[in-house]
């Protein structure tokens, strides 16, 4: 059986409402602390070091945010098998630094990134088998009570644009449509 992500959860970060001054969020992350950013509905915008604020001009982390790392929000009870086998697991492309793990409206841990990475390159990982429905793979694919699989906000960079895109997969390649409903439609730009 796969461990759950958060059995190997850090605890230890600061949570920051994206409305924090960028003055204060320095304050906050002195000691090193990793503080992830949530927006107005609390939801994990972006993961911030002190290190990453010092070149920053702006009123606000809201503000910061198109300059610092996506995170990936998960459920606290997905294993790490499951979200190895999920689409989600494109999203680490986006240069996520940590895996936000949620319990409802609440963050309770994260996963840097490099824990998953070496979960994955352990001898002891065994991916999931595929598994069909009954009638060759008509069926539905997620039971209901399932964990859901992961989200990464992304700020596109697209000149004008600025729209907080939610991702739950993630193609180098071929970027997807950024979801702001307001014209000109445009391909999501990324900061990397």
Known sequence: MSPTLLSEADGFFTALPWRTGLEAARTALESGSLGIVHDDAGHPVAAVRHADLIDVA???????????????????????????????VTLLDLGARVLVLREGARTVGVVPAEVFAAHLASPDFRPPAPVMAGAGGLGDPALPGQPRTGLAPVVCQEPGCGHLNRLAAYRYNAPPWCQRPEPPRHRLRTGG
């Open 58 to 88: 702006a009123p606000d982390l809201r503000a910061a945010v198109p300059r610092l790392a996506p995170v990936i929000e998960v459920d606290a009870d997905m294993t790490f098998a499951e979200f190895a086998a999920s689409p989600s």
